[in-house]
């Protein structure tokens, strides 16, 4: 395998998206054999950037045969690192944060939210998906007694760098933001943003610019 830092972030944003083709073929259409051409065509993906991609790994398969799809289910699971459980905090126990926990396809990506979090006393001690939430003064406690890496910010945008501070005090190493700020942390800690905003109004955009052109005949 190459060295991580030399393997473009494109290809890395692609594995999971391998990994969640392959196991849909492992689990729900019984595909023993793939080929490239086939795994980009459910993906919309060139066999060519398939067969880049994965080389950057390691070698698999079989030229002319192509892959064993248990086989390299395992193997991209095992690079991406969801062949095995990793426990996250959640602080925010608002409608996002009750949606985050409930959502049950978390699991098949290796990603557990164990710890529900939140400030609010009227919301501390309430159960979802037989999680009680605790209180946020706890979590340097939670999170070295249960060796947690991971944190999941579902705050307003006012309180998501107090949050991201207390995580990294704690020993938060990569967090995953669904407030719509950014946030400063220092660089060996990870943060991928998800701004719900950015992507509704995207689709908006485009909507507009299609009724725009019809408007015009176009």
């Known amino acids: 395998m190459k060295n991580r830092e030399n393997i473009p972030k494109a290809t890395i944003e692609r594995l999971p998206l391998y990994y969640r083709c392959l196991d849909k073929m492992d689990t729900f259409e019984d595909v023993e054999v793939v080929s490239s051409k086939d795994l980009g065509g459910k993906l919309d993906i060139p066999s060519t950037q398939v067969r880049k991609d994965l080389s950057y790994y390691g070698e698999f398969g079989r030229r002319g045969v192509g892959y064993n799809v248990?086989?390299?289910?395992?193997?991209?699971?095992k690079i991406l690192g969801v062949d095995r459980v990793w426990p996250a905090i959640l602080v925010g126990a608002g409608n996002l944060g009750r949606?985050?926990?409930?959502?049950k396809s978390f699991a098949m990506m290796g990603f557990e939210i164990a710890h529900v979090l939140?400030?609010?006393?009227?919301?501390?001690g309430n159960v979802i998906n037989d999680r009680e939430v605790k209180s946020a003064q706890d979590m340097e406690k939670i999170v070295k007694e249960n060796d947690i890496k991971l944190?999941?910010?579902?705050?307003?945008?006012?309180a998501a760098?107090?949050?991201a501070d207390q995580m990294i005090e704690a020993g938060i190493k990569a967090i995953w933001n669904f407030a719509p700020t950014r946030l400063?942390?220092?660089d060996?800690?990870?943060?991928k943003n998800e701004d719900l905003a950015v992507g509704i109004v995207s689709l908006i955009y485009h909507l507009s610019w299609q009724e725009e052109m019809e408007a015009k005949g176009e």
Do not use: R
């Open 70 to 77: 248990n086989e390299l289910k395992k193997s991209v699971g």
């Open 99 to 103: 949606a985050l926990v409930n959502y």
């Open 118 to 124: 939140d400030n609010d006393l009227d919301k501390i």
């Open 151 to 158: 944190g999941v910010i579902a705050v307003p945008s006012s």
């Open 161 to 163: 760098q107090e949050v």
């Open 184 to 186: 400063y942390v220092p």
């Open 188 to 191: 060996e800690v990870e943060v």
